[in-house]
């Protein structure tokens, strides 16, 4: 997933999207970051349904230890990005973190209320 240069319309990224993003989404020669909140979820959703068709969505066999790991092993590459300089890179592994949590709040989320456990926040 490298936004570098991407000007595309948002359901490239996300199906329910009906809003069109004509404006590239980062200018490579600067890293000059023109997402707006909406677009930066959208990435974010984007990244998840990359995953998913990756790594598939049994979220059952992976338990709050099998998430963390994950996740670390995601932060580990942003750190790996930072300590190389690649904002590119640094950008994409972020990403991939941010959705590394989403999917991770996806499990925990029906697990709280199925316990009847009001998610915080």
Known sequence: MALEGRGRDATAACGDCERVMTEPLMDSSH???TL???Q???EVIAERKRQDAKWGRDFLTRNDDRWLAILTEEVGEAAQAILKGDEANLLEEVM???AVCFAWL???VPMADQEGEAPTG
């Open 106 to 108: 996806e499990l925990r």
């Open 40 to 42: 930066l979820c959208h």
């Open 96 to 98: 991939q973190c941010a």
């Open 31 to 33: 890293l000059t970051y």
């Open 36 to 38: 707006t909140l909406e």
